[in-house]
Structures are given as C-alpha cells and as structure tokens.
C-alpha cells in the first residue's frame, strides 16, 4: 500500500472536516483562506455550531479518486494536447504532440506560448506545485468561459481522449503523471532556512497539522470573543450571598434549564406586597412606621364595616322587601282611589276627595277639634239652624244638606280602604328612609382606599367597585319609591369583607413586625427574607441574559469540543507510523545515487530524518561533517539546489508503481553549462524506461538533450512553439530554423520556396518580392551551417559545449574552389536578404522562383559533393 492509500485508509477514522482536508489539499495542493473558513465551519458545524446565513458547505471527504501522481495504477502516456480554449494568448486549432516513446523536446522562445501548453499539463497532472489559475485572453470578451482543452493519452497501451476544464477534476489516470518545474522545486526543496525532503504522502499529514492550528486559533479567536462577552447582571449579579438566587446563578452551566430560573424569579403580588413591607419595616423609624401603620389598619377597619353596613343596606333581602312595600302600597293606593270617585265622582266642585282636598279636610279637622269646638267629634252638624252648628271651612250655618254631606266625608275618610292605603305607604316610606340618610359619595372613602391600595391594588379595585354598585343600587330604587313604578335593578357584587379583613389582619402583623425590626435578632431574619425576595425580583429583571448566557455556554463548550477535533496528536503518531513502514534506507540510498548522478556528489551531503512536529515528518539534506548550525540551502548554488529537488522528485517516483510519464517544464533555467549537461544526460537517462516530456527555451539545452539521447539510443522528438502576429501558441513539428541541421533546413528552404512560387502565381511580383527576399537570409544561415557542419567537420558548432578536435583529420580536403563557392554564395544571399546593407545604387530586384530554386539547388549538390568525398576517405 503507498503511503497516500495509506492516509486514505486511516482518515476514514478522522473528524468529518479534517478528511474534507486532506481531499482539497490532494486535489488543490494548497488551501486558500476561504478554504480555511469553510473547514472552520465544518468543524464546527459537527458540534452543532450553526451560522445563520452562512452555512457550512456539504463535506467532500477524500476519495481514492482523489488519489494524485504515482497512486493509481497503470502506465500513462501523454499522446498530445489540442482544441485548447480561453488559455492565455494561445491560439485555437493547435495540437501539440508528443511521442509515447523516449524523450520529447518542446522548444519555444519566451512568449511563444509554451508555458501556456506547460500551465494546462501542471492542472491536468496534478503536480505537487498547483500554481495559481490559468488566465485567459485578456483581449477577448469572453467572461466567465473556463479554460479547457483536450488531452490524448493512453492508459496501459489504451488511446483515451478527455475534455478538460478548469475547475473540474481532471481525469485521475492522469494522476499517475508527474510534473515538475521551477515551483514544484520549490516543494521539494521547501523555502526556508533548512534545505528538507519530504516524500509525497508524508506532506499531506505536515499540512493537515498546520491546516489544525490554523483552525484552532480561529476556534480560539471565536471563544475568546464569547469570553468577554458575558453579560454584566451575569459578571457581577445583584443578588446577595447566600441567597437561593445566586447559588443558582453560581451553578449556571450550559446545562442549566431557563424554567429552573423562570420559576424563582416568579412572584405574586403577595411577594412583592411583602417586599415593600419588609424595605419600610428595615428602614426609617420603626416606632413612627408602626404608628402609621396603626393608622391605615384603622381606616382599613372602618372602611370594612362600612362595605359590611353598606352591603347589609342595600342587600337583596332589603331590596326585595321595599318592591314588596311598593307593590303594596300602590295597590292599596288605587283601591283607595276607587273608593274616592265612588264617593266623591258626583260632587259640583272637582278635586273633592284627592290629595289637596285631603290636606284641607284634615286641617279643617284639626281646626275644629283643637279650635272651634274643643271636645266635640269632628265634624260638629247640631244644632242646626242659624244659632246652631257653623261649617269650619265656611263658617256658615248648616243646613241639613249640607251636615249630610259633611258626615258623609268623614264617614268616607274613617273607611278600611283609606286607613290601609295609608299604613301601606307609611310603611314603604319607613322602609326607604334608611337608603335617603348615609352619603356615599366615593370621596368620603378616598383615604382608606387609598391605604387599601397601598397593601393591595386589585382589593381596592374590587372595593371601589362594591362602593359604586351600592350608589348606582340605592339610586335606583330611591327612583323607583318617587315613581311608584318598580323596575329590576343590576345585581350587587360580592362586598370585599374577606380580602378587607385579610388587609386589616396583615397590617397588624406588620405593625407587630416592624416593632420587631427594632430588635436585632429579628432584624437579621427579616434583612434575609428581604434580600431572598429582592435577589428574585432582579432576576425576573435578568432572565433574558440568562438565556443569553446559558446559550453562550453552550457554544463555548462546543467550540471546546470543536478545539478537540484539532489536536495534531494522532496525525504525528500516525506521521511516524508511516515514516517507520513507508520511508526506508532505500530511499535514503536512492537519494544519495540522485545526487551523484547528477554531479552534486562532492558536496558531502545525505539525506536524514529532520524529525517530526504537529503530523510533520521531514527529511532534511544535511552536510556531512559541517557544524550543527550550518544551513544547507545557505552553502548551496542555485545549480546544486535545483539538483537536490530534482534528485528528489526521481528518488520519489522509484517508490511508485509503473512508469508513467514525467514532464518538465524548464527544468534548468538559469543554470551553467555544467548543470545543463547533467540534467541532460539523467533526463536521457530516464526516457530509457518512460516517456519524458521536456518543455524549454533554452537552445542550448536542446542541443545536449539531442547529443545524450544519441550517447544513450534513446528515441528523440522534437517539436517547437513560436509566436505569430497576433496569437502565440502555433505548434510546428521539428525544431526551429536555428536549431536546424543543415539537411533539415534545405527541407524547410523548399518548403518556403513552393509557397513563395504560390504567392507570385496568384498577387504578383510585389506580393513576392518580400518572401523570396525572406528566402535568401534563410539561404545564407543554411549556407553558415553547411560551413559548421560539413565544411569544417562540426569541429566547431554554435551553442556547441566544445570544440572536437578529433573531426580536425578530415579537414584537409578542403579546396580554394569549395571557399570561392561558399563565399559566392553568401554574396548573392546578403545582396537579395531583407535588411542587409547593400549599395542604394544596385537595386537588384529580387530572382524569381527559378533562379531562386537553382541557388537552393547548388548548396543541395555542394553538401552531398562534400559528403561523398569525405565518406570515401
């Protein structure tokens, strides 16, 4: 099992986002911020940890699909890469090809596009260095459209064809490609002060440990924020030692229950009553407050045998008894008035027998009895006659006529019916006059209410209520005893007496205790009842921090626990564990046989184990013999730096499976000649037992990369890149002209005349002119080859490393003819070249196809003249 199966297999175990970790850190190969505040999130959101708004993404835990270069299985070759799309200045329509087999050479002069080509292969290889995205072409609107291509490969043999787009997966075959470039040095060899190797596998734990210390410390920042904010009634409560309140609150946890705390805060109206008794009787003059007290509970007592008086005057009973006299009354009035009209309904005067008539009768009754004739029965009628009895209302003599009528009256008024209709209404009249004599305007009341409703408000309500309904009820039957006519009344709430007599006994428990706060003893009792009662009143003030802070709590413990899911403790024992099983002297070894491979064996130095922190096991090159402190990357040159991290990255892949591909984008910029040479030579080496891709600018480079290959008999492809006028990214086969054998560019110079001929055919002389001008520079460099590479033997070759002094045998041949011709032939190439200085007087125009063809033509016969006579010696 290779170390990343490994992890893969142990992370199954790990914390939910640390294993959506480890599938961005395999994937991308470096996290970004808002990569870190997502895994915050998901490590939060395990504990239940919610953002309102801003939630967790849904977890993408590491896959074996994920698994990059060197993890899955079988070969894999790169065929080409083509339909490129939106990726820096390349052109579309190009294909970019490379040769299953040995080694393939991509050249390419700075901004010819070649590093676009090397940007989409570092993506779709997943190289240990990601690099930042691919920029697209600034000069079109095309906003919003991802880079793609399509990449030809084969699996074990197999042709395969993929579509890729940034920002999707890539195809994981693909994964068993290696890439390597400037950058992924830089991964290889990390940038600090320390030179040190880590084997791919190894890396991923060192940045999940970092990836936990970035996540604990926004945890910590988080919790640390909670910390300080806890409420200022929770930092310093106002509920007093000892009391029920404040052990609760000393207790609170992110356990507690708010309805634990909800049920003491609660208080009645008793308790809050109690509460200002108990403040009054601790504070001020006890024996004046008892004495005020004293005074309320005897207005209180009043006031409730009013209410009681009251209640008892207008009560049912009472109310019911005076209907009753009504009813009564008014009916003995009526049989008295049928009496009347049947005793007076005949007489001349009217109004005889009604009220006023009665009041005159009865005057005249008194009148006489007590005046006129003292001793005599009302009405006197004898004697008659003029000396005899005088009407005491007229004051004349009777006359039988009129004595009759007289007696008659009396003997009316002395009836049965009359006498009871009176004693019916002197009755109701005696009933009523209790409810005309007590006031009851509410203001005679006001004070002792006013004392009710400082001990309880809702009593006194009720008792202004009974007050009124009394009024309302005396009103209404006071109306109905002047009427005569009786009408139902309301009903009469229940009088207050209870709660009345509760008050008046309360009141005077309070003035036996407030002559108690005077004592010491009791004072302390009393002083811890009230603090009990105030500390339950506050908090009923508080329950909302409460809340607050048990809710704030509960989040602490959460991001503690959250914090527990970033301990690095297992991730540095499971670090060593594959140390231990995965990296061996083997590698150690291998390095070693790297580094002297390619040249860098005089340094002294081997690879060792640089210890293990925070899930990070580093190997680190250290110089052999050098004091402790010595920092390898401070004695290095850039030539030996960059070798250590290529002897690295080979040394990593003998520890995979296969052979597949590796591609190197530049791998020797800016080194010396003598760095260039080594890799070359390893890099040969290597396309002995896998293809290897090269990507590079350098024609020297190219150069040796041609000559080991043919040292070594591996199969050699060459291909270039070059810019046009508008676009860069043109894909040619071969090599470019300077880098061309002098066989090769007589090729090319055909080539170029066949499309001159054409451009003559169709636009004319002058559309020619520049090409066929063009054509003759082109000549005279084959001509400066022919002279280095068949003239003078190769002995001496530009971008040549040396001068081969062996070839020196064959120069002999070499006639004053062969010098006359060459020196002819460059003379007509430098008078027909665009921009070779000529005299303005010449003018020549330049020879048309044919002629151009027969100068082609000579050096193709010189060269061949020249090599036969050197084959047959």
Same mark, same amino acid.
């Given at each position: 099992?290779?170390?990343?199966?490994?992890?893969?297999?142990?992370?199954?175990?790990?914390?939910?986002?640390?294993?959506?970790?480890?599938?961005?850190?395999?994937?991308?190969?470096?996290?970004?911020?808002?990569?870190?505040?997502?895994?915050?999130?998901?490590?939060?959101?395990?504990?239940?940890?919610?953002?309102?708004?801003?939630?967790?993404?849904?977890? &993408?835990?590491?896959?074996?699909?994920?698994?990059?270069?060197?993890?899955?299985?079988?070969?894999?070759?790169?065929?080409?890469?083509?339909?490129?799309?939106?990726?820096?200045?390349?052109?579309?329509?190009?294909?970019?090809?490379?040769?299953?087999?040995?080694?393939?050479?991509?050249?390419?002069?700075?901004?010819?596009?070649?590093?676009?080509?090397?940007?989409?292969?570092?993506?779709?290889?997943?190289?240990?260095?990601?690099?930042?995205?691919?920029?697209?072409?600034?000069?079109?609107?095309?906003?919003?459209?991802?880079?793609?291509?399509?990449?030809?490969?084969?699996?074990?043999?197999?042709?395969?064809?993929?579509?890729?787009?940034?920002?999707?997966?890539?195809?994981?075959?693909?994964?068993?490609?290696?890439?390597?470039?400037?950058?992924?040095?830089?991964?290889?060899?990390?940038?600090?002060?320390?030179?040190?190797?880590?084997?791919?596998?190894?890396?991923?734990?060192?940045?999940?440990?970092?990836?936990?210390?970035?996540?604990?410390?926004?945890?910590?920042?988080?919790?640390?924020?909670?910390?300080?904010?806890?409420?200022?009634?929770?930092?310093?409560?106002?509920?007093?030692?000892?009391?029920?309140?404040?052990?609760?609150?000393?207790?609170?946890?992110?356990?507690?229950?708010?309805?634990?705390?909800?049920?003491?805060?609660?208080?009645?109206?008793?308790?809050?009553?109690?509460?200002?008794?108990?403040?009054?009787?601790?504070?001020?003059?006890?024996?004046?407050?008892?004495?005020?007290?004293?005074?309320?509970?005897?207005?209180?007592?009043?006031?409730?045998?009013?209410?009681?008086?009251?209640?008892?005057?207008?009560?049912?009973?009472?109310?019911?008894?005076?209907?009753?006299?009504?009813?009564?009354?008014?009916?003995?009035?009526?049989?008295?008035?049928?009496?009347?009209?049947?005793?007076?309904?005949?007489?001349?005067?009217?109004?005889?027998?009604?009220?006023?008539?009665?009041?005159?009768?009865?005057?005249?009754?008194?009148?006489?009895?007590?005046?006129?004739?003292?001793?005599?029965?009302?009405?006197?009628?004898?004697?008659?006659?003029?000396?005899?009895?005088?009407?005491?209302?007229?004051?004349?003599?009777?006359?039988?006529?009129?004595?009759?009528?007289?007696?008659?009256?009396?003997?009316?008024?002395?009836?049965?019916?009359?006498?009871?209709?009176?004693?019916?209404?002197?009755?109701?009249?005696?009933?009523?006059?209790?409810?005309?004599?007590?006031?009851?305007?509410?203001?005679?009341?006001?004070?002792?209410?006013?004392?009710?409703?400082?001990?309880?408000?809702?009593?006194?309500?009720?008792?202004?209520?009974?007050?009124?309904?009394?009024?309302?009820?005396?009103?209404?039957?006071?109306?109905?005893?002047?009427?005569?006519?009786?009408?139902?009344?309301?009903?009469?709430?229940?009088?207050?007496?209870?709660?009345?007599?509760?008050?008046?006994?309360?009141?005077?428990?309070?003035?036996?205790?407030?002559?108690?706060?005077?004592?010491?003893?009791?004072?302390?009792?009393?002083?811890?009842?009230?603090?009990?009662?105030?500390?339950?009143?506050?908090?009923?003030?508080?329950?909302?921090?409460?809340?607050?802070?048990?809710?704030?709590?509960?989040?602490?413990?959460?991001?503690?626990?959250?914090?527990?899911?970033?301990?690095?403790?297992?991730?540095?024992?499971?670090?060593?564990?594959?140390?231990?099983?995965?990296?061996?002297?083997?590698?150690?070894?291998?390095?070693?046989?790297?580094?002297?491979?390619?040249?860098?064996?005089?340094?002294?130095?081997?690879?060792?184990?640089?210890?293990?922190?925070?899930?990070?096991?580093?190997?680190?090159?250290?110089?052999?013999?050098?004091?402790?402190?010595?920092?390898?990357?401070?004695?290095?040159?850039?030539?030996?730096?960059?070798?250590?991290?290529?002897?690295?990255?080979?040394?990593?892949?003998?520890?995979?499976?296969?052979?597949?591909?590796?591609?190197?984008?530049?791998?020797?910029?800016?080194?010396?000649?003598?760095?260039?040479?080594?890799?070359?030579?390893?890099?040969?080496?290597?396309?002995?037992?896998?293809?290897?891709?090269?990507?590079?600018?350098?024609?020297?480079?190219?150069?040796?990369?041609?000559?080991?290959?043919?040292?070594?008999?591996?199969?050699?492809?060459?291909?270039?890149?070059?810019?046009?006028?508008?676009?860069?990214?043109?894909?040619?086969?071969?090599?470019?002209?300077?880098?061309?054998?002098?066989?090769?560019?007589?090729?090319?110079? &055909?080539?170029?005349?066949?499309?001159?001929?054409?451009?003559?055919?169709?636009?004319?002389?002058?559309?020619?002119?520049?090409?066929?001008?063009?054509?003759?520079?082109?000549?005279?460099?084959?001509?400066?080859?022919?002279?280095?590479?068949?003239?003078?033997?190769?002995?001496?070759?530009?971008?040549?490393?040396?001068?081969?002094?062996?070839?020196?045998?064959?120069?002999?041949?070499?006639?004053?003819?062969?010098?006359?011709?060459?020196?002819?032939?460059?003379?007509?190439?430098?008078?027909?070249?665009?921009?070779?200085?000529?005299?303005?007087?010449?003018?020549?125009?330049?020879?048309?196809?044919?002629?151009?063809?027969?100068?082609?033509?000579?050096?193709?016969?010189?060269?061949?003249?020249? &090599?036969?006579?050197?084959?047959?010696?």
């Amino acid at each position: 099992m290779t170390v990343i199966a490994d992890i893969l297999n142990w992370s199954l175990a790990r914390p939910m986002w640390q294993r959506d970790a480890l599938g961005r850190l395999v994937i991308g190969g470096e996290v970004t911020q808002d990569d870190i505040d997502e895994l915050t999130k998901l490590c939060e959101a395990k504990h239940g940890l919610v953002h309102p708004g801003d939630p967790a993404p849904d977890p &993408r835990p590491l896959t074996a699909d994920d698994i990059p270069a060197g993890t899955s299985t079988g070969t894999v070759e790169m065929v080409g890469l083509r339909d490129v799309r939106n990726v820096d200045l390349l052109v579309e329509g190009q294909r970019l090809g490379f040769n299953p087999m040995g080694l393939t050479v991509i050249y390419g002069d700075n901004a010819s596009g070649k590093s676009g080509y090397a940007r989409i292969l570092r993506c779709v290889c997943r190289a240990r260095a990601r690099g930042g995205d691919i920029k697209s072409n600034v000069f079109e609107d095309r906003p919003g459209e991802p880079a793609s291509a399509t990449v030809d490969f084969r699996v074990g043999g197999a042709e395969r064809s993929e579509r890729w787009e940034q920002g999707q997966a890539p195809p994981p075959e693909l994964g068993n490609v290696s890439f390597f470039d400037a950058m992924c040095a830089s991964v290889q060899v990390e940038a600090t002060n320390e030179v040190a190797f880590t084997p791919f596998g190894l890396d991923l734990l060192g940045k999940l440990a970092r990836l936990c210390q970035e996540v604990h410390k926004r945890l910590d920042a988080e919790a640390e924020t909670l910390r300080r904010q806890i409420p200022a009634s929770i930092r310093e409560p106002q509920a007093s030692e000892g009391t029920a309140v404040r052990r609760q609150l000393d207790a609170l946890s992110a356990d507690s229950e708010l309805a634990d705390f909800g049920r003491l805060a609660t208080l009645t109206g008793e308790d809050r009553a109690r509460i200002r008794d108990l403040r009054r009787a601790l504070s001020g003059n006890p024996v004046a407050l008892a004495k005020e007290i004293k005074v309320r509970h005897g207005r209180i007592a009043q006031l409730r045998q009013d209410v009681e008086s009251l209640a008892k005057l207008v009560s049912d009973e009472c109310v019911e008894r005076i209907r009753m006299l009504l009813t009564d009354a008014v009916a003995k009035g009526q049989a008295a008035k049928l009496a009347d009209k049947a005793a007076f309904g005949e007489q001349p005067v009217p109004g005889v027998g009604g009220p006023v008539w009665r009041e005159l009768w009865e005057s005249a009754r008194k009148y006489s009895e007590q005046v006129a004739y003292p001793g005599s029965a009302f009405p006197v009628t004898e004697p008659l006659g003029a000396d005899g009895a005088r009407c005491v209302l007229c004051l004349r003599p009777l006359d039988e006529e009129s004595a009759n009528r007289l007696r008659e009256f009396e003997e009316f008024i002395q009836r049965d019916t009359r006498r009871k209709a009176e004693e019916a209404k002197q009755s109701l009249r005696a009933a009523c006059q209790p409810l005309r004599t007590p006031s009851l305007r509410t203001r005679r009341f006001s004070d002792s209410l006013n004392d009710v409703k400082l001990e309880d408000e809702q009593v006194r309500d009720a008792a202004w209520r009974f007050l009124i309904s009394v009024r309302l009820r005396r009103r209404h039957v006071l109306r109905c005893y002047v009427t005569g006519k009786w009408a139902d009344v309301q009903p009469l709430p229940s009088a207050p007496l209870a709660q009345l007599d509760r008050l008046a006994t309360g009141l005077a428990a309070k003035e036996a205790e407030v002559l108690r706060a005077a004592k010491a003893s009791d004072r302390s009792k009393l002083q811890a009842e009230l603090n009990e009662l105030e500390a339950r009143q506050w908090l009923a003030g508080v329950l909302d921090d409460v809340a607050g802070e048990i809710e704030r709590r509960g989040i602490l413990r959460a991001l503690d626990q959250a914090v527990r899911d970033t301990s690095t403790t297992a991730i540095t024992t499971k670090s060593t564990a594959l140390v231990e099983q995965h990296i061996t002297s083997a590698l150690v070894k291998r390095f070693a046989e790297e580094v002297g491979q390619l040249g860098a064996g005089h340094l002294q130095i081997r690879l060792g184990s640089a210890g293990g922190r925070y899930g990070e096991h580093r190997f680190q090159v250290v110089l052999v013999g050098a004091r402790q402190d010595a920092k390898v990357a401070e004695v290095l040159s850039e030539g030996e730096f960059t070798c250590i991290a290529l002897a690295g990255f080979l040394a990593e892949l003998a520890t995979a499976e296969g052979y597949s591909a590796l591609v190197f984008d530049d791998p020797v910029c800016s080194l010396d000649h003598r760095w260039r040479r080594r890799m070359a030579r390893r890099l040969a080496a290597e396309a002995a037992t896998r293809q290897v891709v090269v990507f590079t600018h350098s024609i020297v480079f190219l150069m040796e990369l041609r000559e080991e290959c043919a040292e070594a008999g591996v199969q050699r492809t060459e291909g270039y890149v070059r810019r046009g006028a508008r676009r860069a990214g043109i894909c040619m086969e071969g090599v470019p002209w300077v880098a061309m054998t002098v066989r090769q560019r007589i090729g090319y110079l &055909r080539n170029e005349l066949q499309a001159a001929r054409a451009v003559l055919n169709r636009s004319g002389y002058d559309e020619y002119a520049p090409r066929g001008s063009s054509i003759y520079g082109l000549l005279r460099g084959a001509w400066e080859q022919a002279t280095e590479e068949i003239l003078l033997n190769s002995v001496v070759l530009r971008f040549g490393r040396e001068v081969q002094t062996q070839r020196l045998r064959l120069l002999t041949d070499i006639t004053e003819a062969d010098v006359r011709q060459v020196e002819k032939a460059m003379k007509k190439c430098s008078r027909h070249m665009e921009g070779h200085d000529t005299p303005p007087a010449a003018n020549e125009p330049v020879p048309e196809p044919d002629e151009l063809a027969g100068d082609i033509e000579e050096l193709t016969t010189w060269v061949a003249a020249m &090599r036969s006579d050197r084959n047959r010696r």
